[in-house]
């Protein structure tokens, strides 16, 4: 069956960086696109950032365009998100998200459980 691990949330400091990782397996992962996704404390589910499936093409919502990086290691089945100069609106639930084709913005069908990113002083 599908699965998706998120690891690598943390505590960090404002202006500091962490890395996400999601190891994926169940699946042909170089065949989908992936995305990142987040969730703050009360607020509603928010559209990070996708990667085609071969890598060649990425996106970012707004929020954290220049400042996040989306990657994917195919023969590891595994989609990164390295996270730099973090603020205190970064904290959020991030999960991993298994998009609907080799494209991004089908939808999704398979989620991680999600890793916590709190980014506080």
């Known amino acids: 069956q599908v699965q998706l691990v998120e690891s690598g949330g943390d505590l960090a400091q404002p202006g500091g960086s962490l890395r996400l990782s999601c190891a994926a397996s169940g699946f042909t992962f170089s065949l989908y696109g992936m995305s990142w996704a987040r969730q703050a404390p009360g607020k509603g589910l928010e559209w990070v950032s996708g990667?085609?499936?071969?890598?060649?093409?990425?996106y970012y919502a707004d929020s954290v365009k220049g400042r996040f990086t989306i990657s994917r290691d195919n023969a590891k089945n595994t989609v990164y998100l390295q996270m730099n100069s973090l603020k205190p609106e970064d904290t959020a639930l991030y999960y991993c998200?298994?998009?609907?084709?080799?494209?991004?913005?089908?939808?999704?069908?398979?989620w991680g459980k999600g890793t916590l990113v709190t980014v506080s002083s």
């Open positions: 998200a298994k998009d609907r084709g080799i494209t991004v913005g089908d939808g999704f069908d398979f």
């Open positions: 990667i085609y499936s071969g890598g060649s093409d990425t």
